[in-house]
């Protein structure tokens, strides 16, 4: 016993049928436009751990619309008092607090094969960039792994144009795991703080992919986000253009392979939109 509460899932098949439907109302009367990318990458059955960026308030039902099955939305407390929080938790969403054992629910739900989403940057964040994550979902992943329950981990990213009138959402591959798991066995916090860069990675290049300007900016210069530059690496701090369609580098590109990675993985991701780094 740890003394922390436990969480109960309260959403229901009723509650599900009820408001799926009226979700996707809804964001059809709110975008001109949903665009999609990678939906094939969320399993149709069985668990997974779904990381992403947080803009808007949009971005859960976009993503509960997106997943189209019975998921678990990890989310503010703040967001789940009066009669919005009965609702978000009839439609899957449980408290980011301490009080509770989250770990334990979150491999409950993992034992169900449900999915579970998780925006690491911890608020909403409404000046278009990506802000660095917290190690919370790595930390879930990495102990449920450890336990024997192992998942996909997908990295996921949301964008807005058109004055909110137009979504677009792009699912990446699973990380794999395994390395993470190796140094998590012998040092917890830094295999903790590995996968957290290697998703905050993963969600940026996915950004980079919507033609999101300042997540390409992170990638490409170390100014922005020189705590990612790995030892013994220089990026410049200079690119040619800032248009989001014509990034030319000036000097090195920084991958997204950080750390314990798998390199085939990590190649295939920095060489699909970046090029490796020289």
Same mark, same amino acid.
């Given at each position: 016993?740890?003394?922390? &509460? +436990?969480?109960?899932?309260?959403?229901?098949?009723?509650?599900?049928?009820?408001?799926?439907?009226?979700?996707?109302?809804?964001?059809?009367? &709110?975008?001109?436009?949903?665009?999609?990318?990678?939906?094939?990458?969320?399993?149709?059955?069985?668990?997974?751990?779904?990381?992403?960026?947080?803009?808007?308030?949009?971005?859960?039902?976009? =993503?509960?619309?997106? !997943?189209?099955?019975?998921?678990?939305?990890?989310?503010?407390?703040? $967001?789940?008092?009066?009669?919005?929080?009965? !609702?978000?938790?009839?439609?899957?969403?449980?408290?980011?607090?301490?009080?509770?054992?989250?770990?334990?629910?979150? +491999?409950?739900?993992? %034992? &169900?094969?449900?999915?579970?989403?998780?925006?690491? $940057?911890?608020?909403?964040?409404?000046?278009?960039?990506?802000?660095?994550?917290?190690?919370?979902?790595?930390?879930?992943?990495?102990?449920?792994?450890?336990?024997?329950?192992?998942?996909?981990?997908?990295?996921?990213?949301?964008?807005?144009?058109?004055?909110?009138? #137009?979504?677009?959402? *792009?699912?990446?591959?699973?990380?794999? /795991?395994?390395?993470?798991?190796?140094?998590?066995?012998?040092?917890?916090?830094?295999?903790?703080?590995?996968? #957290?860069?290697?998703?905050?990675?993963?969600?940026?290049? /996915?950004?980079?992919?919507?033609?999101?300007? *300042?997540?390409?900016?992170? /990638?490409? #210069?170390?100014?922005?986000? *020189? %705590?990612?530059?790995?030892?013994?690496?220089?990026?410049?701090?200079? =690119? $040619?253009?800032?248009? #989001?369609?014509?990034?030319?580098?000036?000097?090195? =590109?920084?991958? !997204?392979?950080?750390?314990?990675?798998?390199?085939?993985?990590?190649?295939?991701?920095?060489?699909?939109?970046?090029?490796?780094? !020289?």
């Amino acid at each position: 016993m740890n003394g922390k &509460k +436990c969480l109960d899932d309260r959403k229901g098949v009723l509650s599900q049928l009820f408001w799926g439907p009226i979700n996707r109302i809804v964001l059809a009367l &709110k975008f001109r436009k949903i665009e999609i990318a990678g939906s094939e990458n969320i399993p149709a059955a069985g668990p997974f751990l779904l990381v992403s960026n947080h803009s808007s308030r949009w971005d859960g039902l976009l =993503v509960q619309s997106l !997943v189209a099955r019975p998921a678990n939305f990890l989310v503010s407390p703040n $967001e789940l008092k009066g009669f919005q929080g009965n !609702v978000l938790r009839s439609m899957g969403a449980f408290p980011a607090n301490p009080r509770y054992d989250l770990l334990d629910f979150f +491999c409950q739900q993992v %034992k &169900k094969g449900e999915g579970v989403v998780i925006f690491p $940057e911890g608020n909403i964040f409404r000046d278009g960039a990506i802000h660095p994550f917290k190690n919370g979902a790595a930390r879930m992943a990495l102990n449920c792994s450890a336990s024997g329950l192992r998942l996909p981990v997908l990295p996921m990213a949301v964008a807005y144009c058109d004055e909110l009138r #137009t979504a677009k959402l *792009t699912v990446g591959q699973a990380v794999e /795991l395994e390395p993470f798991e190796r140094e998590f066995a012998n040092q917890s916090n830094i295999g903790m703080r590995s996968l #957290t860069v290697r998703l905050e990675r993963e969600v940026c290049l /996915l950004r980079h992919s919507l033609a999101a300007q *300042t997540d390409s900016l992170m /990638l490409f #210069t170390g100014k922005p986000l *020189t %705590k990612w530059v790995p030892r013994g690496f220089k990026v410049s701090e200079q =690119v $040619e253009s800032n248009r #989001t369609d014509s990034w030319r580098p000036a000097g090195r =590109v920084l991958s !997204v392979e950080n750390g314990p990675a798998n390199r085939d993985r990590a190649q295939h991701s920095a060489e699909g939109l970046l090029g490796r780094a !020289v």
